[in-house]
Antibody, heavy 122, light 110 residues
Framework: EVQLVESGGGLVKPGGSLRLSCAAS????????MGWVRQAPDKGLEWVSS????????YYGDSVKGRFTISRDNAKNSLSLQMNSLRAEDTAVYYC???????????????WGQGTLVTVSS | QSVLTQPPSVSAAPGQEVTISCSGS????????VSWFQQLPGTAPKLLIY???KRPSGIPDRFSGSKSGTSATLGITGLQTGDEADYYC???????????FGGGTKLTVL
């Protein structure tokens, strides 16, 4: 059974940093394209970032480019999102998800974690 | 303002059929595959349709997807009260080099 478990969310002040992690199990993580999607309170889905299985191809949404860094550790079956210079508008539930494709250029987010809440507030 | 445009809400009676539209442009829907997601209240989204019209295993054939030009459509037949949820379309945008989602459509089964 595919399992994705996010952790690392919490309350952080504007300008602060947070590192989200996603522990993956039940599938061959090293072969899987992965991504992060977020959802602000009572708002729609927003694509954040995607990474190829090897980590060679990475894309970011304009709203997080230059501030967030996606990475993966295939040996540890783990996906991470380093978030710096956080703003109030980054407040959201962050979901880690597998991508049903060998390509990064897609929104075929197949399996999702339960999400972790990030709140940016003073 | 979302790159993809969906109606904010749709409604229909149990047993009936409903369609949800998703409008984009040549840089996104027009040249890339479309995905559809269902999000029940308080839960993570679930992939309903990928590559325009394919269903993952376990998704009933009551759900269907289609694409024409720069628009895509999700169809749901035999509506059930359990189908009440928010539905989102998504695709890749070549100009933005980014994933994009529609604003979401709230389905009410009356």
């Amino acid at each position: 059974e595919v399992q994705l478990v996010e952790s690392g969310g919490g309350l952080v002040k504007p300008g602060g940093s947070l590192r989200l992690s996603c522990a993956a199990s039940g599938f061959t993580f090293s072969s899987s394209t992965m991504g992060w999607v977020r959802q602000a309170p009572d708002k729609g889905l927003e694509w954040v970032s995607s990474i190829s299985n090897s980590g060679s191809y990475i894309y970011y949404g304009d709203s997080v480019k230059g501030r967030f860094t996606i990475s993966r550790d295939n040996a540890k079956n783990s996906l991470s999102l380093q978030m710096n210079s956080l703003r109030a508008e980054d407040t959201a539930v962050y979901y880690c998800a597998t991508i049903r494709s060998n390509f990064v250029h897609t929104t075929n987010f197949d399996y999702w974690g339960q999400g972790t809440l990030v709140t940016v507030s003073s | 303002q979302s790159v993809l445009t969906q109606p904010p809400s749709v409604s229909a009676a149990p047993g009936q059929e409903v369609t949800i539209s998703c409008s984009g442009s040549s840089s996104n829907i027009g040249n890339n595959y479309v995905s559809w997601f269902q999000q029940l209240p308080g839960t993570a989204p679930k992939l309903l349709i990928y590559d325009n019209n394919k269903r993952p295993s376990g998704i009933p054939d009551r759900f269907s997807g289609s694409k024409s030009g720069t628009s895509a459509t999700l169809g749901i037949t035999g509506l059930q009260t359990g189908d009440e949820a928010d539905y989102y379309c998504g695709t890749w945008d070549r100009s933005l080099s980014a994933g994009v989602f529609g604003g979401g459509t709230k389905l009410t089964v009356l």
